[in-house]
């Protein structure tokens, strides 16, 4: 009995052939859509969150005593 390496069905390139150039314009426009959101919203996030450290000065109130007294 003999054992072959190669397998019994050949390979074919089917699944390349059957999709449409539609299905790759597609594709690439929802990367390029989702690639924007994250920029804009990376934009966003750095817009709001950036700030500078002599504008945002924190003054900590005297102390008000506990809640017991009160």
Known sequence: MT???EPCV???SSA???????FGRAA???L???V?????LTGILVETTW????????????DPGSFARR
């Open 3 to 5: 054992v072959s390496a």
């Open 10 to 12: 050949a390979p074919t």
């Open 16 to 22: 390349s052939s059957s999709q449409s150039p539609e």
């Open 28 to 30: 690439m426009a929802i």
């Open 32 to 34: 390029v859509a989702m």
């Open 36 to 40: 924007l959101l994250i920029v804009a």
């Open 51 to 62: 700030g500078h450290p002599v504008d945002h000065v924190e003054v900590t109130p005297s």
